[in-house]
């Protein structure tokens, strides 16, 4: 699935901004790299609202990827940084060679809103196929989503959000010149891309911004943060960092460098809730009134097709990561002490229902309880967002349930968060780590799952005999066969119903 560059005539379009000049792959794909849809967001301009992008003269160099948002990662040695620069709303398109009134996909990378970069994803599968893909970069972190009570910007607390409005919004403007369909347009995100899709579709600033939304591993009515509780971690936050006067507390922070707001509370934690998680869209906002379940429930959700799913082991990355990979997997002590603390007065039926000795190791048996319960990403409350969803416009439901090749004593990862992507996207990373390639199967399978996602993305409808969902029964997708999966049996749903949410 890998394309390279090539020296061919460098293509040309004009956006409302400016001209720009791109480059084109062997494959004859036209690739436009760092475009800046919104202003930078920084000196005044930090915790704002985005502003329109400033208009340049004359042809403006496309070839090279924008900056990635402030986010932690790691030096050549291992030792962790601060990677990224404050100025980086930028987005890429690519796009066939001849298109006209092509369906248009914006991909919204995951990374729980505290990493990731739109630049490593690599399309070119998907734009064969008579797309025009864009990828985008939001802001992430403490600088994306904080909300003091000192805020008066009516976008504290989602401005990543807002972020991917205006990415969208640039789309709706300037798509056409590089031969898309602004009104076939698919917001399309995986993991916390995912909930910012689940976000979009519950926010009033988002309505007519899209016409399909694809959700891959972002149950769409798990919770986001209420106001009340990010104002609190605000102004802790705040306090931490030297300005604990909330009248001055903005022009204080605003005052410190982006390496000193980026990285924060972040840990390795084993979470249960997205909630549980540092940073997050904040509801009870003029962004995002309601949580998300609400607005499915009280029909002020946008209504539009959706494609939703995730994988069969979603949470074995997590549990896989934080203990078996750093060489301390989890003991049969340890479990029952893991799942009194997350489930308190329920643990005990939790631990009838998932006795640690049912599993091969107790590991997989703690990450078979978060799956299952999805309260972060997983099974059972994806078919609370179908069942709402589907009231207003066709769900279509899934399960990818092709698992990872297993290396010898590595975790058994399965089919764990994430492992769907290379699926989809080739990377654009140099890094020496790169997933296993896929089988001949595998390879097949990926091509099932590009054409109907290019259907959906172009009609709505992912395929002639996937009907819209019914209650329960999704469509597993393996490389030996795609065929219907009862959810809430394989994961034990009315277990985790009769606990309540």
Excluded at 105 to 125: A, I, K, Q, W
Excluded at 195 to 203: D, G, H
Excluded at 376 to 401: D, H, I, K, S
Aim: glycine share 10%; hydrophobic share 40%.
């Amino acid at each position: 699935m890998q394309s390279s560059t090539a020296a061919a005539a460098a293509p040309e379009v004009r956006t409302d901004a400016g001209d720009l000049r791109g480059r084109t792959t062997d494959a004859g794909i036209r690739v436009f790299e760092g475009i800046p849809y919104a202003a930078p967001p920084i000196g005044t301009l930090r915790w704002s609202s985005p502003r329109p992008a400033r208009p340049w003269s004359g042809v403006r160099e496309a070839t090279t990827p924008g900056s990635i948002c402030p986010q932690l990662g790691r030096s050549d040695s291992g030792q962790p940084m601060v990677a990224g620069e404050e100025d980086c709303l930028s987005l890429n398109v690519w796009a066939p060679a001849q298109a006209s009134k092509a369906p248009v996909l914006l991909f919204l990378h995951g990374g729980g809103f505290t990493g990731g970069v739109g630049s490593l994803y690599d399309p070119s599968e998907l734009v064969a196929r008579g797309n025009i893909v864009v990828t985008a970069n939001y802001r992430l972190g403490a600088l994306g989503f904080l909300k003091h009570a000192a805020m008066r910007d009516s976008a504290a607390g989602n401005f990543g959000i807002l972020d991917q409005q205006e990415a969208l919004r640039w789309i709706k403007r300037n798509v056409a010149a590089f031969g898309g369909d602004a009104n076939r347009v698919t917001l399309w995100g995986e993991s916390g891309g995912a909930f910012s899709v689940c976000a979009q579709l519950a926010s009033p600033s988002a309505r007519g911004l899209f016409a399909r939304a694809i959700v891959q591993s972002g149950p769409c009515v798990n919770d986001m943060l209420p106001a009340k509780k990010a104002e609190r971690r605000a102004s802790s936050t705040a306090a931490e960092l030297g300005c604990p006067d909330p009248r001055t507390a903005i022009d204080c922070l605003r005052a410190k460098p982006f390496e000193q707001l980026t990285g924060l509370a972040e840990d390795d934690k084993l979470d249960r809730r997205t909630t549980d998680r540092p940073w997050l869209p904040t509801v009870g906002t003029p962004v995002l009134p309601l949580q998300l379940s609400a607005a499915q429930r009280l029909g002020t959700a946008t209504a539009v097709p959706v494609l939703q799913g995730g994988t069969k082991d979603e949470m074995r990355s997590f549990v896989g990561s934080g203990f078996d990979d750093a060489g301390r997997p989890v003991t049969a002590a340890q479990y029952l002490q893991i799942i009194q603390d997350l489930y308190g007065r329920d643990s005990s039926r939790v631990l009838a229902k998932y006795p640690a000795a049912k599993y091969p190791t107790p590991s997989l048996a703690l990450a078979q309880v978060l799956t299952d319960e999805g309260r972060l990403v997983g099974a059972c409350t994806q078919l609370v967002a179908n069942g709402l969803m589907a009231r207003r416009a066709p769900v279509y439901a899934f399960e990818f349930a092709e698992p990872r090749a297993i290396q010898p004593g590595q975790f058994p990862y399965g089919a764990h968060h994430g492992v769907e992507i290379p699926y989809f996207f080739d990377s654009t990373s140099t890094s020496p780590w790169q997933p296993p390639p896929l089988t001949p199967d595998q390879q097949a399978l990926a091509v099932r799952l590009l054409d109907q996602w290019s259907a959906f993305a172009a009609t709505g409808r992912p395929a002639a005999n996937w009907a819209p969902y019914r209650r329960d029964v999704v469509r597993s997708f393996t490389a030996a066969a795609t065929e219907p999966v009862n959810l809430r049996q394989e994961h034990q749903c009315d277990f985790w119903d009769s606990l309540g949410r």
